[in-house]
C-alpha cells in the first residue's frame, strides 16, 4: 500500500494514479527479486583431466623409461603431440622429474669432478681424512 502524496488517500499497490484525486503516483520501488528456494550454488566446472587408465599409465611410463627415446617422447608429449591431455600431463610431470634429476646428477658429477680435482692437486689431501 502508498500513500498519496497529493491527498494522503492509502492507494492500493497496483495503481499507478491515486483513485481519489487522480495525482500520478510515485513509481514502486524496485522489487527485490524473490529468492528463490536457497541460495544458488554454481555447478563447479570439472577442472581434472580424466586420468589415464592404469594399463595406459603403465606402458607410458615404460615407454618413458627408455633411455633417450623415453626422453624425446615425454618432452614431444609435454608440448602437445598428444591428443590425449592425460596423457600430456603425465609426460609433463615425468619430464620434470627427469630434469630435477639430471640436475642432482649433475650437481653430484660436477661436486665429484672438484673433489677429485682437489685431490689430485693437493697432496695432503689424502691426510685430511
Ligand atoms: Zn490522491
Redesign the pocket.
Known sequence: MRY?K????L?PQDADR?P????PLPPLPAQAPVASSGPHYHEPKPTGVPALSEGATLATLLLFSIPIAGFILSLAWSFGFTHNPARRRLAQAWLIRTLIIAVIVTALAIWLALMFAAAMSNPYYYYAF
Do not use: E, M, T
Open positions: 498519496c497529493n491527498c494522503g488517500l492507494a491515486c481519489q484525486c487522480g495525482a
